[in-house]
T-cell receptor, first 115, second 115 residues
């Protein structure tokens, strides 16, 4: 069975400071990893993914994430936070087996960026 | 290109009734997945459809069912509604398995309230 852990319910950061949202995962095969963001009363918006290759992946809106296989982590980062980044962030994993494409999500981390 | 559309956006039903939710994927996307989002259980996978066939199913009772049409549009049905079925139901579309594209794109969701 696959699982995702987001250990922080909420992360608070001042505008202009770097931010990190943590994610660790467990999957039987090779992981495909994703970050999504959800704004109030909206669906999930895709930010970035790791499939293979370079451990540092860049995504939308200046976000990036670092894949660490030995620590089974996929932390989301941004060098300089914006107030508009305040939202709910979800990490998700699926197995690389094309027959098993269901995403397993973490519980979400609420990011609050203070002006 | 238009995104994933879901109808209706809001729905109020009474216990024991049934409900049908609709999802139109992004043009060219042939795979549709459904997820349930609740405050207590988070985001949980319901099922995935591709080529009008259910490919994967999550751990939900048989009251939850779905189907996909030849134009890739999908519906999900919940029969004999229970209070615990109150949730945001999210539809996600993606390209066909093996296409080399891995991310799923989510619609805005249908907010179902069961009274």
């Amino acid at each position: 069975a696959q699982s995702v852990a987001q250990p922080e319910d909420q992360v608070n950061v001042a505008e202009g400071n770097p931010l990190t949202v943590k994610c660790t995962y467990s999957v039987s095969g090779n992981p495909y990893l994703f970050w999504y963001v959800q704004y109030p009363n909206r669906g999930l918006q895709f930010l970035l993914k790791y499939i293979t290759g370079d451990n540092l992946v860049k995504g939308s809106y200046g976000f990036e994430a670092e894949f660490n296989k030995s620590q089974t982590s996929f932390h989301l980062k941004k060098p300089s936070a914006l107030v508009s980044d305040s939202a709910l962030y979800f990490c998700a994993v699926r197995d690389s087996d094309t027959g098993r494409r269901a995403l397993t999500f973490g519980s979400g981390t609420r990011l609050q960026v203070q002006p | 290109k238009a995104g994933v559309t879901q109808t209706p956006r809001y729905l109020i039903k009474t216990r024991g009734q049934q409900v049908t939710l609709s999802c139109s994927p992004i043009s060219g996307h042939r795979s549709v997945s459904w997820y349930q989002q609740t405050p207590g259980q988070g985001l949980q996978f319901l099922f995935e459809y591709f080529s009008e066939t259910q490919r994967n199913k999550g751990n939900f009772p048989g009251r939850f069912s779905g189907r996909q049409f030849s134009n890739s549009r999908s519906e999900m049905n919940v029969s004999t509604l229970e209070l615990g079925d109150s949730a945001l139901y999210l539809c996600a579309s993606s390209l066909a398995p093996g296409s080399g594209s891995y991310e799923q794109y989510f619609g805005p969701g249908t907010r179902l309230t069961v009274t």
